[in-house]
């Protein structure tokens, strides 16, 4: 019996990969509190691919009206 492992979570660099974003902008977004959910194992972090999709889903728009609307909705 053959024992195959799906990679379901990604350090910084593949995570950024992923997206087509820089670890440095992850890096960034992570400290200012507006990038996707991760998760911290001693100095090692972790980011869930079900958790990069449900971000990237959660910005999707259909105009740039959408978009001033949601950052207006982020500030209040």
């Known amino acids: 019996m053959e024992i195959t492992y799906q990679k379901l979570h ?3 660099p593949q995570a950024a990969e992923y997206l087509g974003l820089s ?3 992850m890096e960034k977004m992570r400290l200012r509190g ?3 959910p991760y998760a911290k194992l001693g100095r090692l972090v ?3 691919v079900s ?3 449900a971000w990237v889903n959660a910005r999707k728009r259909t105009s740039t009206i959408d ?3 949601a950052e ?3 500030r209040t």
């Open 67 to 69: 978009l001033k609307e």
């Open 72 to 74: 207006s909705q982020q």
């Open 23 to 25: 670890a440095s902008v």
């Open 46 to 48: 972790i980011y869930d």
């Open 51 to 53: 958790d990069l999709d």
């Open 10 to 12: 990604l350090r910084t």
């Open 34 to 36: 507006d990038g996707p």
